[in-house]
């Protein structure tokens, strides 16, 4: 059974920083591009990030010099680094994982973390 956990949500006031993780289970880790969503409250879950098998990152504008993406594919882990973050970052944080194209149609999805930036 594959499982996705997201940690390391919270409230943050902006201009402050906050990492996410995202830790894989029953998946051979390495074979999959892995890529962080976020949904704010009344709008549609968007792309944020992502990064392929790799190494190779890929961000939304929005985010670019900002938010940095990492894996370890020794402890099946994916971090999101949260820099200088904005009101408008805040939302749920969704880990997910696909095998095909970073921005196409993902297999499997965490239950999401809450990121809060307070201004």
């Known amino acids: 059974q594959v499982q996705l956990v997201e940690s390391g949500g919270g409230l943050v006031q902006a201009g402050g920083s906050l990492r996410v993780s995202c830790a894989a289970s029953?998946?051979?880790?390495?074979?999959?591009?892995m890529g962080w969503f976020r949904q704010a409250p009344g709008k549609e879950r968007e792309f944020v990030t992502a990064?392929?098998?790799?190494?190779?990152?890929f961000y939304a504008d929005s985010v670019k010099g900002r938010f940095t993406i990492s894996r370890d594919n020794a402890k099946n882990t994916v971090y999101l680094q949260m820099n200088s973050l904005k009101p408008e970052d805040t939302g749920v944080y969704y880990c997910?994982?696909?095998?095909?194209?970073?921005?196409?149609?993902?297999?499997?999805w965490g239950q999401g973390t809450q990121v809060t930036v307070s201004s």
């Open positions: 029953g998946l051979t880790f390495s074979s999959y591009v």
């Open positions: 990064i392929s098998r790799g190494g190779n990152p």
């Open positions: 997910a994982a696909t095998t095909g194209y970073y921005l196409g149609e993902y297999n499997y």
